[in-house]
C-alpha cells in the first residue's frame, strides 16, 4: 500500500513536470492555461489528465482529434512512478525518500530540457540544488555540495580560459553541486567518472561535427549509477586501496 501510494505520487509529479517541460523554457505559466490538446487547443477533460491511465485509454491519442500524444508523457510520468518507488524502498525515511524521489524527478526533467533546448532554466536548478542541500542536516550535504560547486565552476572557468570559449555549462556547476551534496565526496568523484565516461562513448557513436552533447542527462545518470550501486562502488574502492 505503501509503495502503491509512493508510485501514484510519482506519477502525478511527473505528469506535472511534463507541463513543466513544455511551457517553462517557453516562458509560459505553469497553471494557466488548464491543459489543453497541443494539437486542437481543445481543453482537456480532468480523466483525460490521470497520470498514464488516460493515456492508456485514450490508445496515445487526443479524444476530440485523434493527433497522436507524444509518448515522452506516460514515459516521464511512469519513470518517476519508478524513481520515487525505488527510492522509498532503498531508503528508510520517509522525508529522505521524497527530498530524493523529487530531486531524482527534476533532474529527469532538466535532461529532457537540456536535450531540447542546451539550456535549462535556473527555476529547476535552483530548487533542486536547495533540496539537495537539506538532505543530510544540518550541514553534511550542504558543505559537500558546495565543495563541488566550487570546484566544478572552478574547472569550469579553467577549462573555458584554456579553449577560449565557453566550456560546460553554468548549469553543469549546479548539478554537480547536487552530487556532491547527495553522494558526498567520495562517491560523488565516481559518479562524475561514470558521467563522463559515458559521455566520452556518447561522443564517439554520435561523431557530428560541432555538435554539443547536452551534459547534464549525463550528469543525472552518473549520479544514478552511482546511488544504486554505491555499496559495491565503496566496498570496490576499500580494497582498492588496501
Ligand atoms: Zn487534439
Known sequence: ?????????????????????LRLPQNKSIALPASH???CS???????????????MLKGKCAFCQTPISKQYPLIEAACALCYVLVAWRIGTLTQALLLGTIFSLLLALSVIDMRYKAVPDALTLPALFLAFLYRLPLESLQNGLIFLGAFALLRLSVSALAKKEAMGEADSIIAGIIGALLGIQLGFIAIYIAALIALVALMLLRKKGYELPFIPFLSLGLFIAWIFDQPILTFMEHWYE
Open 37 to 39: 490538446c497541443p494539437h
Open 42 to 56: 481543445h481543453p482537456l477533460k480532468w480523466y483525460h489528465n490521470i497520470p498514464l491511465i488516460s493515456w492508456l
Open 1 to 21: 500500500m505503501y509503495f502503491l501510494a509512493i508510485g501514484i505520487l510519482g506519477a502525478c509529479i511527473g505528469s506535472f513536470l511534463n507541463v513543466v517541460i
